[in-house]
């Protein structure tokens, strides 16, 4: 199950798992595009390791690298309550 995070001013979504068994949380972004559909990437944390980029630029990555360094640990604990509704 995916919980809503963040929404930001380009209407980019940002949500998360739950926390799996080995602790991680996957993280997934997605921006609509007129020309493509959406773009997409995600994320894993804690190891930021990110898999399934589609239509972002390195500014883009940059930036959403940077939004998840700063909130991390609100998404850590969030996984666990069941969403940022839940906690």
Not at 5 to 19: A, C, G, P, Q, R
Not at 54 to 82: C, K, P, V
Request: charged share 30%; hydrophobic share 35%.
């Amino acid at each position: 199950m995916m919980y809503p995070f963040l929404t930001l001013n380009d209407d980019t979504e940002i949500t998360h798992s739950e926390m799996k068994d080995d602790g991680r949380v996957k993280v997934y972004i997605e921006t609509p595009d007129e020309k493509d559909g959406f773009h997409n990437a995600a994320c894993w944390l804690p190891e930021y390791r990110w898999e399934d980029i589609h239509g972002y630029s390195q500014a883009e990555m940059t930036r959403f690298h940077q939004l998840l360094r700063d909130n991390a640990h609100l998404i850590i604990e969030f996984s666990w309550d069941g969403g940022v509704l839940s906690a």
